[in-house]
């Protein structure tokens, strides 16, 4: 019960300016739109991001609630342009699972 009251403590300690910078941008690829069926999302967040705070930032963002977030840090990529030969920037993944009434509207029609 006292880890509960400490998940709650740090949720509201979160700054909401904050939240906005966690979440970058969705990633959207044929793994992550055959998850849209089972209602989880994936999004490519701060890499010092907790879980707790990645669910806050959802929440308040997209005023959804979230029932679970799985996270990972995927390896880095080796690029070379020309005889250099570099890596991408490092990020964090996080799967979303959101509940059954809820969703995020990725696709918007224009």
């Known amino acids: 019960m006292r880890y ?3 998940k709650r ?3 509201d300690s979160i700054d909401s ?5 966690l979440v970058k941008y969705p ?3 044929d793994k992550t739109t055959k998850l849209l069926e089972e209602n989880q999302y994936c ?22 609630q979230v029932t679970g977030v799985n996270t990972c ?9 020309g005889r250099f030969i570099g890596k991408r920037p490092h990020y964090k993944k996080a799967i979303i ?9 990725l696709f918007p029609e224009t």
Not at 43 to 64: E, R, S
């Open 27 to 29: 990633i959207i690829t």
């Open 97 to 105: 699972t959101l509940a059954s009434k809820d969703s995020i509207n």
């Open 43 to 64: 999004f490519a967040v701060d890499p010092n991001a907790t879980k707790i705070n990645i669910k806050a930032a959802i929440q308040y963002i997209f005023n959804v």
């Open 9 to 11: 403590y740090i949720m």
């Open 17 to 21: 300016r904050d939240l906005l910078d």
């Open 73 to 81: 840090h995927p390896p880095k990529k080796k690029r070379s342009i």
């Open 4 to 6: 509960l009251k400490y």
